[in-house]
C-alpha cells in the first residue's frame, strides 16, 4: 500500500526501486484476473464469486490486472466492516474531526466559476457568494470542472482526451422499504441467479441495457436496527450498468418489476404488496447531482493504461493553484482510495508551501 498507492503518480521514477519493482512481480500485474482465479479455483460459483467485484473496476475479469484480488482479500481475510447507522457516520465523523481542527464547512453550494489572475484561481463564484483563494483542492469530478468550469487555455486535457477514456460502470439504484421483516435475506446479498459473462458484456463489449443483470441486495437492518422501523426492512438494490445509459420510467419499472420478482422466487416472501416506500436513482441523477462524467458511479475503469501516472494529474502546470483529488485521479475509484488521494493532495500542496517558505 505504502510502496504503490500512496504515490502521487506525477512521474514514473517514484516506481523506480527495486523493492516497489520487486512488488509489482509479486502482485501479478501483468497477469488478467480470470486466469489468476483460475490457477486456484475451478468450481464455477466460487469463480463467480471472485470475479463479481471486479466487475464494477470497470472491465472484464480477462483485462483487469490479478493484483484487484487484494479486494477478495480485503473482503475475505480482513472481513466487511459495518459502521453502526451506516456509511454516513463516516463523514460524521470526520465532519467533527475537521471542525475540532478549525474546519469550515460549507454545503449546498455548486462552484459555479472561476476569477483568474496570473494562472492562478483568485475567486470562486457560487449562485450566491463569492469566495478568495489561496489553493483549491478539487475533489468533485475531474472532467466537470475542468472542462465545464476552466476556460480552455487552463485545461491540462481536450475533450477528446476525456472521451476516449474507458469510465467504469454506472448503476441504477432501488430504495424500498417494506413493511415486514424479510427472512431468506443476509445483510448482503448477490444474486448470481444469471449468466455473468452475458451481463459483463453488457456492460462492456457492447454497451446495452442488460437482458437478465446480476445485482447486489443490501439489507442493512439485518446488522443494524436504527435502519428501519421495528418489524420493517429496508433494501437497496443496485444493477450496475454500462455507463452512459440514458433510463426513462419505463426502462425503470421494467427493472424493478425484475429485481422484485427474482427476490420474491429466491426467498420465497411476498415483497409487492409490503413495499411503502421506493427511491430510484440512475444515470440523470448522478449527473445532475454529482456532475458525473457520463453518470460514471465509480470513476474511470482500473485498466493498466489508466493506472497510476497514467490517470489524469492531481496537478497541472495550467493553473498554479489547483490540486484535483478524488476517484478520477491517483489512485483511484472507491472510498478508501478517495480518502488516500484527499491525503496525497495535502501532501502535495505541503511540499509546494515548504519549497516556496
Ligand atoms: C452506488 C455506489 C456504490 C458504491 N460502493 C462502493 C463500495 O462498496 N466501496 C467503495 O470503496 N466504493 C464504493 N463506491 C464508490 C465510491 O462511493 C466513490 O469512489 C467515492 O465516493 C468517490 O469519492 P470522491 O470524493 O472522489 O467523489 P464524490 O464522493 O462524488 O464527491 C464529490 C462531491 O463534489 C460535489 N460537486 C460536484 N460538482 C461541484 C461543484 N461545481 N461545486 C461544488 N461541489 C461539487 C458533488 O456533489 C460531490 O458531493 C460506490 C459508489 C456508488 C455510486
Known sequence: MRDLV???????????NLKVLKGLFQLDLLTPFSKFVRKYFSHPHLIQLLEFPVLFLGARPSEIPALYSLMNYADMQ????????????????????????GVEIRTGEEIKRFEMHDHSIQTAFTQSRRYEYDEIVAACDYQHLEQNLLDKKYRKYSSQYWDKRTLAPSCLIFYVGLNKKI???LHHNLFFDTDFGIHAE?????????????????????TDSSCAPQGCENLFILIPVAPGLKENPEIQEHYFNMVIKRIEERTGEAIRQHIILRRDYAYSNFVSDYHSFKGNAYGLANTLNQ???LKPKMQSNKVKNLTYT??????????????????IAAGLIHKKNQSHA
Open 6 to 16: 500512496q504515490k502521487p503518480g506525477l512521474s514514473i521514477l517514484e516506481f523506480a
Open 78 to 101: 480482513l472481513g466487511t466492516w459495518y459502521p453502526n447507522g451506516g456509511m454516513h457516520q463516516i463523514i460524521l465523523a470526520m465532519k467533527k474531526l475537521a471542525i475540532e481542527l
Open 183 to 185: 427472512q431468506g435475506l
Open 202 to 222: 453488457e456492460i462492456y463489449t457492447s454497451p446495452k441495457w442488460p437482458e437478465n443483470p446480476l445485482f447486489y441486495v443490501s439489507a442493512p437492518g439485518k
Open 307 to 309: 493506472t497510476a501516472i
Open 326 to 343: 478524488g476517484q478520477l485521479t491517483v489512485p483511484g475509484p472507491g472510498v478508501p482510495p478517495s480518502l488516500i488521494s484527499g491525503k
